[in-house]
């Protein structure tokens, strides 16, 4: 690899550790902490809203628990 691409996956690894986790970093000042926070609002935001994820056991978890509402007929025997 070249130096210029050493160079340019340390500075995308940078940009992405910052808009994922600056805030968090308590040395950094609250302005620069807000703009993590925005820039990953920002691009959580180009996301479309048809795009949410989707849970797959809703039908299981909908099943467990008709089965947990529902009363035994022959439980005596």
């Keep these: ?4 691409k050493i160079l ?3 500075v995308f690894a940078l ?3 910052f808009i994922t986790s600056a ?7 609250d302005p620069v902490r807000g703009a993590s926070k ?10 479309p809203d048809w795009l949410t994820p989707h849970n797959f056991n809703e039908e299981r978890e ?3 628990e008709q089965l947990q509402n529902t009363t035994p007929e ?3 025997n």
């Design 1 to 4: 690899m070249t130096p210029k």
């Design 8 to 10: 340019g996956l340390i």
């Design 15 to 17: 940009i992405v550790t």
């Design 23 to 29: 805030d968090g970093f308590t040395f950094l000042p």
């Design 38 to 47: 925005t820039s990953r609002e920002f691009l959580i935001g180009l996301v």
């Design 62 to 64: 909908r099943d467990v």
């Design 74 to 76: 022959n439980s005596g």
